[in-house]
Each structure stands twice: as structure tokens, then as C-alpha cells.
């Protein structure tokens, strides 16, 4: 027998049908018409080829074929709630879940200190962190990721967005270099040599970019692919690095540098989180993306 085509409200109708043994008293219950349960069962006595119930002196008596079918229609109508009732509210203290995120050393740096501090009330949870997936990050959510972090400048279908926090940037020199005091413009800013990070191994950035758009280039001395690194290349040299303000601030409490405007006008960026359109409902990573939000700098 093929499903399609058949109503499963048959078999609320079959179980009440069966239990009181009295269409009056099943349809009140199923909150129908006597009619409305009579034809239902008519309807099962043509699907299932057998009378199910007869009129006896003691009244509608199920046949053996009822008997025997009653335990299977009780199983199928708890299967079928459960498939149907809504999901159970996420509760991160007694959760044992694990989620998987990636994002960029320098989101990193700025949240998962505090992310950690949370999790001391989520025990059972674990935070698989990932390397920035650049390339793949929509094909890498439509598998295994639960959420990526970073700088996103597409807008690929099958994904949702949601900005964690707004960036500006800073000049970053070692405390102490000729860099770190006098007058600072735009002629001064491109006579000094710099410190560029490309995640990707690939020179250039949206800085150079506008600075070309305008005819001006800027001396690279240095490339490397990390931001933590910087840091501490620029206390040990001469050189200039273009960073996060945030980042360039932290690491300025640790480290002996000097933080300098950028001598021109330039946009920021934006720290997104990313997901897949299939997660959107998932109460787990709901609580996921909401504590994301509320220890966003």
C-alpha cells in the first residue's frame, strides 16, 4: 500500500475508534462529527479490508485484525509527534555539543578569551576552532562548519550574516622610533617602510588599493600571512603597520609601541559571522550566535 494519497488522520481516528469502542464517545473526544468518524471508518474498512468493529450485544466489538493493529497504530502515532513537535529548547549547561568555527587569528584574539570565560557555565560544550577557510567558506558551511568569522565581501546564496562589530585602523610603530613622534601626514606615512599582512600570501590590500586610485604607492618591506606576529616585528624595527585599531590598541598594553592615526582618509571593515541557511533554526547555534553578540567588542 503507497502512503500517497492517504490520510494519516485515519489513524488518530482508527486509535480513538478502538479505545472507546463507540463512535459518539471517539468523536467527541477527536472533537469531530459522528458522521465525520463513521466515514473515517468506512474508509479504513476499504483501506485495510476488514470490518474492524461489529455490532454485537455488548456493543461495537473490534475484530482480531483491530486487536492486532492497535499496538502498530500507537507506535506510528508517537512517531509521528515526534517528528512534529518542536524542537527542544537549548539549554548550554547540560548541552554535550560541539561546534566548529573558524575565523582569523586577529577575530580570534579579540574574542575567544571571553568566549572561554563563558563556557565555564556550558561544561559539556567544546569549540573546535578552525583556520579561516577563505575560498571555501560557503562549501565548508554547507558541510561540517557550523559557523565561520571574518571579512566577507560576497554575498553567496545559501548563507545568512550578521555583523559581530565595525572596525577602524591604526598606525602601529615601535615606541621610541623616529616614526612615533613629529609631524605625521600622508608624505611622512609613504617615506617609511611597512609591515603588510596577507592572510593569503597574496601582496596587495584594500589599503594599497586606495592609495593607488589616488597614485600612491607605499614601500613593503615585509610581508607575513598573521596578525599576531606583527606586533612584535614593528617593536623590533623601524617599521609601520596598518592595523585594527582594536588590535593595535591590545597589543600596545602589552608591547612597547605607538599608536598613530592613519594620516588619510580610510574606510574600515567589518567582522561578519556566517552560517548556513540549514542551521537557521538550530536552537544550538542560535545560543551560539547570541553569545557571539553580546562579547563582540
Same mark, same amino acid.
Given at each position: 500500500?503507497?502512503?500517497?494519497?492517504?490520510?494519516?488522520?485515519?489513524?488518530?481516528?482508527?486509535?480513538?475508534?478502538?479505545?472507546?469502542?463507540?463512535?459518539?464517545?471517539?468523536?467527541?473526544?477527536?472533537?469531530?462529527?459522528?458522521?465525520?468518524?463513521?466515514?473515517?471508518?468506512?474508509?479504513?474498512?476499504?483501506?485495510?479490508?476488514?470490518?474492524?468493529?461489529?455490532?454485537?450485544?455488548?456493543?461495537?466489538?473490534?475484530?482480531?485484525?483491530?486487536?492486532?493493529?492497535?499496538? &502498530?497504530?500507537?507506535?506510528? #502515532?508517537? %512517531?509521528? /509527534?515526534?517528528? !512534529?513537535?518542536? @524542537? =527542544?529548547?537549548?539549554?548550554?549547561? *547540560?548541552?554535550?555539543?560541539?561546534?566548529?568555527?573558524?575565523?582569523?587569528?586577529? &577575530?580570534?584574539?579579540?574574542? #575567544?578569551? %571571553?568566549? /572561554?570565560?563563558? !563556557?565555564?557555565? @556550558? =561544561?559539556?560544550?567544546?569549540?573546535? *576552532?578552525?583556520?579561516?577557510?577563505?575560498?571555501?567558506?560557503?562549501?565548508?558551511? &554547507?558541510?561540517?562548519?557550523? #559557523?565561520?568569522?571574518?571579512?566577507?565581501?560576497?554575498?553567496? @546564496?545559501?548563507?545568512?550574516?550578521?555583523?559581530?562589530?565595525?572596525?577602524?585602523?591604526?598606525?602601529?610603530?615601535?615606541?621610541?622610533?623616529?616614526?612615533?613622534?613629529?609631524?605625521?601626514?600622508?608624505?611622512?606615512?609613504?617615506?617609511?617602510?611597512?609591515?603588510?599582512?596577507?592572510?593569503?600570501?597574496?601582496?596587495?590590500?584594500?589599503?594599497?588599493?586606495?592609495?593607488?586610485?589616488?597614485?600612491?604607492?607605499?614601500?613593503?618591506?615585509?610581508?607575513?600571512?598573521?596578525?599576531?606576529?606583527?606586533?612584535?616585528?614593528?617593536?623590533?624595527?623601524?617599521?609601520?603597520?596598518?592595523?585594527?585599531?582594536?588590535?593595535?590598541?591590545?597589543?600596545?598594553?602589552?608591547?612597547?609601541?605607538?599608536?598613530?592615526?592613519?594620516?588619510?582618509?580610510?574606510?574600515?571593515?567589518?567582522?561578519?559571522?556566517?552560517?548556513?541557511?540549514?542551521?537557521?533554526?538550530?536552537?544550538?547555534?542560535?545560543?551560539?550566535?547570541?553569545?557571539?553578540?553580546?562579547?563582540?567588542?
Amino acid at each position: 500500500m503507497r502512503l500517497a494519497g492517504i490520510d494519516l488522520n485515519l489513524l488518530t481516528s482508527l486509535d480513538a475508534v478502538l479505545e472507546t469502542q463507540n463512535l459518539t464517545v471517539a468523536a467527541k473526544r477527536l472533537g469531530l462529527t459522528q458522521p465525520a468518524v463513521s466515514h473515517a471508518l468506512k474508509r479504513l474498512r476499504e483501506l485495510l479490508g476488514d470490518p474492524l468493529l461489529v455490532r454485537t450485544k455488548r456493543g461495537m466489538q473490534p475484530t482480531p485484525r483491530a486487536l492486532e493493529l492497535r499496538p &502498530a497504530v500507537r507506535v506510528a #502515532l508517537a %512517531a509521528a /509527534a515526534a517528528v !512534529l513537535q518542536a @524542537a =527542544p529548547a537549548f539549554d548550554p549547561a *547540560v548541552s554535550q555539543r560541539t561546534f566548529a568555527i573558524s575565523l582569523p587569528d586577529q &577575530a580570534a584574539f579579540q574574542i #575567544l578569551p %571571553a568566549l /572561554a570565560n563563558l !563556557l565555564v557555565d @556550558a =561544561p559539556g560544550i567544546r569549540i573546535d *576552532v578552525r583556520p579561516a577557510q577563505n575560498d571555501r567558506t560557503t562549501e565548508a558551511l &554547507a558541510s561540517d562548519l557550523d #559557523l565561520a568569522i571574518g571579512v566577507y565581501r560576497d554575498a553567496p @546564496a545559501g548563507v545568512r550574516d550578521d555583523v559581530l562589530w565595525k572596525e577602524d585602523f591604526a598606525c602601529v610603530v615601535r615606541r621610541g622610533s623616529p616614526a612615533a613622534r613629529g609631524p605625521w601626514d600622508l608624505a611622512r606615512y609613504l617615506s617609511l617602510r611597512h609591515l603588510l599582512i596577507a592572510p593569503r600570501g597574496v601582496p596587495g590590500s584594500p589599503l594599497d588599493d586606495q592609495l593607488a586610485r589616488k597614485g600612491h604607492t607605499r614601500t613593503i618591506a615585509m610581508m607575513v600571512p598573521h596578525f599576531l606576529v606583527a606586533p612584535h616585528v614593528v617593536a623590533a624595527t623601524d617599521l609601520v603597520w596598518t592595523a585594527p585599531a582594536r588590535l593595535a590598541k591590545a597589543f600596545a598594553e602589552q608591547i612597547p609601541l605607538t599608536i598613530r592615526d592613519v594620516p588619510f582618509a580610510l574606510e574600515g571593515f567589518t567582522i561578519t559571522m556566517r552560517w548556513h541557511v540549514r542551521l537557521d533554526r538550530d536552537p544550538g547555534l542560535a545560543w551560539l550566535r547570541e553569545t557571539l553578540r553580546s562579547i563582540a567588542p
